[in-house]
């Protein structure tokens, strides 16, 4: 006989006059088309910075700080593309994603991103989180952000997963090809080149990824989705206007995690939708720029 779930790890209940336009709100478009011009503006401007870089026209150090710049909104499309909130369309969105991705990480599949970032959903803060890699001492944090890539390699093999290590073979692939492709170029000459315009700035958005959109959110980390489903992760709520698109939307992190087939250019519209009954739970709220979250108590526990 199936386990009762604990009242604090049931779904949000939402009245049924606010249900038509939250399904509006929370289902994949046919195409989204602020997560589309983001992904080409990344794309088109790494590239136009590598062929600058290249030519001579700029120099090295500013076309790798330059690449960081273009690599950080790739987050949003990657992760977006790991839950097919891109496009309705599958095989459309899964080429976004793998475009985007092959910038950053070319020897990582959107297979396995998909995978343990699905097992972070389900599993939030829990032993079987495989972002738990990027909790940690103080004086790690900035290598665990740096290398979550890594942290994934490390844990699929300890999951009985066939899925799991169907994708981490093809990821090994993957990586054999690109160690290949770089041991080519070093030997023809163009190792400072693949270092600072793909590997430093690689690793630099990787650790602003794994700062600002792994950790922050769950930076709380002692609460599971299994024991609090809303107190798990946490919402970022003050200067929204410009905390939101520098954050790619997920400061309202906690609405992705209730709706994750949104597109968070949509995560204001449903906060102000949903607000009431979401202040019938417990939340973790960081105000502003703070770190640590406050536990502000839902008016159903506080009844």
Not at 187 to 193: A, I
Not at 217 to 239: F, I, W, Y
Request: proline share 8%; glycine share 6%; net charge positive.
């Amino acid at each position: 006989m199936a386990t009762a779930l604990h009242p604090d790890a049931m779904p949000l209940a939402v009245p049924p006059d606010k249900a038509a336009r939250l399904r509006a709100l929370t289902l994949p478009p046919l195409l989204a088309w602020p997560t589309l011009w983001m992904w080409t503006i990344a794309v088109v401007g790494i590239a136009t910075s590598d062929i600058l870089a290249l030519s001579g026209v700029l120099p090295l150090g500013v076309a790798s700080v330059l690449n960081v710049l273009f690599m950080y909104p790739l987050f949003g499309v990657i992760h977006d593309a790991t839950h097919r909130a891109i496009s309705s369309n599958a095989r459309l969105n899964d080429w976004i994603g793998r475009i985007g991705l092959l910038m950053i990480a070319p020897h990582g599949t959107l297979g396995m991103f998909r995978w343990a970032h699905m097992q972070h959903h389900r599993h939030t803060n829990g032993a079987k989180d495989p972002d738990e890699w990027i909790h940690g001492r103080w004086w790690t944090l900035p290598l665990r952000w740096m290398s979550f890539d890594l942290g994934y390699l490390i844990f699929i093999p300890r999951k009985g997963d066939a899925i799991a290590r169907r994708q981490l073979r093809t990821t090994f692939g993957a990586l054999a090809m690109l160690l290949a492709v770089i041991g080519v170029l070093v030997w023809m000459g163009y190792g400072m080149q693949v270092l600072l315009l793909w590997l430093i700035p690689a690793r630099v958005t990787m650790m602003l990824f794994g700062c600002v959109f792994f950790w922050l959110p769950h930076v709380k980390h002692d609460v599971s989705s299994e024991q609090n489903l809303t107190l798990a992760t946490s919402m970022r709520l003050g200067s929204e206007r410009w905390l939101g698109p520098l954050l790619q939307f997920h400061n309202y992190h906690l609405l992705h995690h209730l709706y994750p087939s949104a597109p968070p250019y949509n995560h204001p519209l449903i906060w102000a939708l949903i607000e009431p009954e979401l202040r019938q739970r417990d939340l973790a709220v960081q105000y502003g720029l703070a770190i640590r979250p406050v536990v502000v108590p839902g008016r159903r526990s506080a009844a």
